[in-house]
Every structure is written in C-alpha cells, then in structure tokens.
T-cell receptor, first 115, second 110 residues
Framework: DTEVTQTPKHLVMGMTNKKSLKCEQH?????MYWYKQKAKKPPELMFV???????INESVPSRFSPECPNSSLLNLHLHALQPEDSALYLC??????????????FGEGSRLTVL | RKEVEQDPGPFNVPEGATVAFNCTYS??????FFWYRQDCRKEPKLLMS???SGNEDGRFTAQLNRASQYISLLIRDSKLSDSATYLC???????????FGTGTRLKVLA
C-alpha cells in the first residue's frame, strides 16, 4: 500500500474546466513533488516544494498552478488545459535535507484526460 | 547527450534466465542512485537503492561504478512477475532533482 495518497485516480475535463489534483502524505517528509508522465516515457519533474515553499518550477505553463497548504498536502490546480496535457500526474515525497533526500515515494497517480 | 541513459529494450528472456541492465549518467555531481520498477499504468516503486559497495536483495544485485559513471542491475532466476519497466534514477548532490532514465522494458516469457 502506498503511503502517498492521490485523488482523484481518474479525471476527465474539458479545456475550459477548472479542477484540482490532491496529494497527501503522513511520513513527515518535507519535500513534495509533482511529476507528469506520458505513455512509454519516464516521469518529468514539474514542481518541488521544500518545507512548504516552492523550490523548483521546471518552466511549467501557468495553466498548472501548484499549492502546498501544509507539510502533508500538495495540490495541483488545473485551468484551461490542452488535450496534450493528458497524462498520468504523479505526486511524490522524500525526506528533506540537502545532500540526503533519500528515495522518492510515489502515489498511485491521477490519470488525466483533457477533451 | 541525455543525463541518464538506459537501453530501452525490450529484453525478452525465458523464465529462470539471468538478465542485466546498465545505466550511465553524465553528471559527476550525482550522489544517490536508485532502481525503480514500473508496471504498466502504475506508479514507479522503489526496487532498491544502489550503494557504492554494491548491494543485493534476494535475486536482485545492484552495482555502482563511480569512476565510469554507470549503475547496473542484475536479476537472477527471472520470474514472470519480473516483467515491467526498470527505471534508473539519479539524485544530484544537494538538490531535489531526481533524473530518470528512459527505462528498460523486461518481458519474462513462460
């Protein structure tokens, strides 16, 4: 059983919709991540939050908006997406501490389809 | 040149075979190394971390060669359930950046 929980597991949305993906972990990890994965490709980093502050934004379009309300929660707000944004969105967490972030723990992912 | 390179495969092997995957990385600031396994339409799951001295977990053995900047994974006595994509992952020292290889597909055949 994964210790990182993502909701919803599946989401279908139109290009004008606004929706959010949610992620929760209770391992005391202080770094949380959003990755995007297309079929037959490796995960691509989107955002990293460290101690609830945005640490890395990999030049992600503004139609994706991350939010970290507290150390256990990570959201990804979606607005005006394009069909090419359809993908598996993976949340992950790791221990904090530069030089020793340890392994990544992934949630099961949210499979997004944009019509 | 990609930061982390893997042979995409697929590797088709019979049950019981021994199979080895290699992964090369280009950034000498790489500090931590991992092998993840990903089943179709599922999330990546940690198979094993890779330590400098090499490490073994049952049928799986991981090796790290820092001088040549490569990592290997050896699977002995392959099972049907080992069929998956194996991702090599490198963490850069002092950062939250985990670089993923493209993955190597393994199919174990009955």
């Amino acid at each position: 059983d994964t210790e990182v929980t993502q909701t919803p597991k599946h989401l279908v949305m139109g290009m004008t919709n606004k929706k959010s993906l949610k992620c929760e972990q209770h391992m005391g990890h202080r770094a949380m991540y959003w990755y995007k994965q297309k079929a037959k490709k490796p995960p691509e980093l989107m955002f990293v939050y460290s101690y609830e502050k945005l640490s890395i934004n990999e030049s992600v379009p503004s139609r994706f908006s991350p939010e970290c309300p507290n150390s256990s929660l990570l959201n990804l707000h979606l607005h005006a997406l394009q069909p090419e944004d359809s993908a598996l969105y993976l949340c992950a967490s790791s221990q904090s501490g530069r030089g020793n972030t340890g392994e990544l723990f992934f949630g099961e992912g949210s499979r997004l389809t944009v019509l | 040149r990609k930061e982390v390179e893997q042979d995409p495969g697929p590797f088709n092997v019979p049950e019981g075979a021994t199979v080895a995957f290699n992964c090369t990385y280009s950034n000498s600031a790489s500090q931590s190394f991992f092998w993840y396994r990903q089943d179709c339409r599922k999330e990546p799951k940690l198979l094993m971390s890779v330590y400098s001295s090499g490490n073994e977990d049952g049928r799986f053995t991981a090796q790290l060669n820092r001088a040549s900047q490569y990592i290997s994974l050896l699977i002995r006595d392959s099972k049907l359930s080992d069929s998956a994509t194996y991702l090599c992952v490198v963490n850069l020292s002092g950062t939250y950046k985990y670089i993923f290889g493209t993955g190597t597909r393994l199919k174990v055949l009955a």
